[in-house]
C-alpha cells in the first residue's frame, strides 16, 4: 500500500488558554482521494488546514506531509515545504494585481529557482490545461471570478506538489463560477491529484470529494467515503 499524503497522530492546538481548536485529532490521506473538511464556523477547520499547511504548529502530536515531518519545522523550512509539497488555492484568490496572468502562474516556480525557460513552458501548459491561455497576458483585475480562481489553481500546481489545498475556493463566487471551480477540482483529481478542500459550501464537498471529514468542536465527528471509488485505484 502506497505511504501517505497526509498523516496527523494525535494532534492538538490550543491557543491563548481558550479551549481547544483541535483535540486528539488522527488523520489519514491517500494519494488519489479528494477530501472535503466540513463543519461550521469555529469548529476547528481552518486551524487544522493550518497545520497541514506548515502555517501553525501543534501543541501536541504530529504532522507529516509526503513524509516530511511538518511539526518540527523552522521558518525557513516551512517555506520550503509549502513551495514544494503544497499548493494553496485560497478563497480570494490573492493573486498579484500588477503582474500578468502568466507571471502569477510562474512565479512559485521563479521563486523554487526553476530555470525560465522551463517555468515558461510549464505556465503554457496549465493555462491552455484549465482553459485561460487567451488570458496570459491580462491582469488579474480583467478577469471575471471564476477565471481568477482558475489561474489562481495553475499558479498552485506550477511546481507539481503532491497535496493541493484549498480554502473555501468557491466562497467569493457566485453560483455558476462555484460549480465551474467543483468540476475544475473534479477533473484534477480525476488525474489523480491529491486533493484537500475546506469548505461550508456542503454542494461542492458532494460534487468535488471522494471523502468527507466533518469537525465539531475541535474533534472529528464523522469520516465518511462519498463515492465508491478506492484512491489507489486513481492515477
Not at 111 to 136: F, P
Not at 146 to 159: D, K
Amino acid at each position: 500500500m502506497t505511504l501517505p499524503v497526509i498523516e496527523l497522530r494525535e494532534v492538538s492546538r490550543r491557543y491563548d488558554g481558550g479551549p481547544p481548536a483541535l483535540h486528539e485529532v488522527s488523520l489519514t490521506v491517500r494519494p488519489g482521494e479528494a477530501v472535503a473538511i466540513v463543519g461550521p464556523s469555529g469548529s476547528g477547520k481552518s486551524t487544522l488546514l493550518h497545520l497541514i499547511a506548515g502555517l501553525d504548529r501543534p501543541d501536541t502530536g504530529t504532522v507529516t506531509v509526503d513524509g516530511v515531518r511538518v511539526d518540527r519545522l523552522g521558518e525557513s523550512g516551512s517555506a520550503l515545504y509549502r513551495r514544494s509539497k503544497i499548493g494553496m488555492v485560497f478563497q480570494f484568490f490573492n493573486l498579484l494585481d500588477d503582474l500578468t496572468v502568466a507571471d502569477n502562474v510562474a512565479l512559485p516556480a521563479r521563486l523554487a529557482g526553476m530555470g525560465r525557460g522551463e517555468a515558461d513552458r510549464r505556465t503554457v501548459e496549465l493555462l491552455e490545461t484549465l482553459g485561460i491561455d487567451r488570458h496570459a497576458r491580462s491582469y488579474p483585475g480583467r478577469l471575471s471570478g471564476g477565471e481568477r480562481q482558475r489561474v489562481a489553481v495553475a499558479r498552485a500546481l506550477m511546481n507539481r506538489p503532491p497535496l493541493l489545498l484549498a480554502d473555501e475556493p468557491t466562497g467569493a463566487l457566485d453560483t455558476a463560477a462555484g460549480q465551474d471551480v467543483g468540476k475544475l477540482l473534479t477533473e484534477l483529481n480525476a488525474e489523480g491529484q491529491t486533493i484537500v478542500v475546506v469548505t461550508h459550501d456542503l454542494a461542492l464537498a458532494r460534487s468535488c470529494t471522494n471523502r468527507a471529514v466533518r469537525i465539531a468542536d475541535g474533534r472529528i465527528a464523522e469520516d465518511a467515503r462519498t463515492h465508491a471509488v478506492a484512491p489507489e485505484t486513481v492515477r
